[in-house]
Nanobody, 128 residues
Framework: QVQLVESGGGLVQAGGSLRLSCATS????????MGWFRQVPGKDREFVAA????????SYADSVKGRVTISRDNAKNTVYLQMDSLEPEDTAVYSC?????????????????????WGQGTQVTVSS
């Protein structure tokens, strides 16, 4: 079992920044890829970013590339999502997820069904 708890969401003006955190616990937390997704009501969950267990490889959705940075601190069992130059279109519930099936892999899963553990999500609202 893996437990994920997000924090850091909130209300920010367009152009501002937020850093989301995802604290992990349970099954050895530093050996599998982690991802961030976002969802708005009425729409499918959208991939934002992913990072390998080592942190050496990352991937980003085109919609956030250049504005978002994913990172992880395995000593603290925490994954981060630094978001800059936020736009109203970034408003969503952001969730982190663990892809334990890919333990030890350098694969970066872009699809939500490839992740087997999810946090409860944190709301990010960007005002214009």
């Amino acid at each position: 079992q893996v437990q994920l708890v997000e924090s850091g969401g909130g209300l920010v003006q367009a152009g501002g920044s937020l850093r989301l955190s995802c604290a992990t616990s349970g099954r050895t937390t530093s050996t599998y890829p982690m991802g961030w997704f976002r969802q708005v009501p009425g729409k499918d969950r959208e991939f934002v970013a992913a990072i390998t267990w080592s942190g050496d490889l990352t991937s980003y959705a085109d919609s956030v590339k250049g504005r978002v940075t994913i990172s992880r601190d395995n000593a603290k069992n925490t994954v981060y999502l630094q978001m800059d130059s936020l736009e109203p279109e970034d408003t969503a519930v952001y969730s982190c997820a663990a892809a334990t099936y890919y333990t030890g892999s350098t694969y970066l899963p872009p699809l939500s069904h490839e992740y087997d553990y999810w946090g409860q999500g944190t709301q990010v609202t960007v005002s214009s």
